[in-house]
């Protein structure tokens, strides 16, 4: 990281990040509201640039430490991604990371490397509600809120630094 836990650079992943069958799931359990995450637009903290480290961190010990437990797959897939260059600082952007890469998505050719067909867009770190996680389409650029034991999505690792 940069000094004092600043970063002036989000890099994306070159690839998708899906399991062999099938696209991945924000979450395996019908768990609802995951605590110390933003819950809506009027906490809408953890939604914002620099956050999605955090809430990946806070999404899988969430997992882990619920009883039962249950698994995070998109968070756990991005944690567990070592890229390229063998690098562990990977995780699921937030919210507005994601739009970040949408925005900037024609620069330095990040656009090319995101699937624009996903089936609904990326998975981001950022709840909405109980049972719900912010995603971000790269067809057209909308966000939406799906259920978060939907499956059929991929999600596209980051890094800070």
């Not at 990281?1 to 019908?30: F, H, K």
């Not at 969430?62 to 968070?75: C, E, F, L």
């Not at 990040?110 to 790269?138: C, T």
């Amino acid at each position: 990281m940069a000094d004092g836990g600043r970063c002036n650079y989000l890099e994306a992943a070159p690839v998708d990040i899906t399991v062999p069958s099938a696209m991945l799931q924000w979450v395996t359990a019908d768990h609802h509201l995951i605590p110390n995450l933003s819950q809506n637009a009027d906490d809408s903290t953890d939604w914002g640039i620099g956050r999605g480290r955090m809430n990946t961190a806070i999404i899988i010990a969430h997992g882990t430490n619920t009883v039962p437990s249950y698994t995070t797959p998109a968070a756990s897939a991005c944690r567990a991604y070592r890229g390229p260059n063998n690098l562990s600082d990977w995780f699921l952007p937030s919210k507005d990371e994601l739009n970040l890469l949408w925005t900037n998505r024609d620069t330095n050719g990040i656009g090319a490397k995101l699937n624009m067909r996903a089936l609904f867009g990326y998975w981001s770190s950022s709840q909405n509600y109980d049972v719900y996680a912010w995603e971000q389409e790269f067809t057209y650029g909308g966000q939406a809120d799906r259920y978060k034991g939907t499956g059929g999505m991929p999600v596209r690792a980051v890094r800070a630094f």
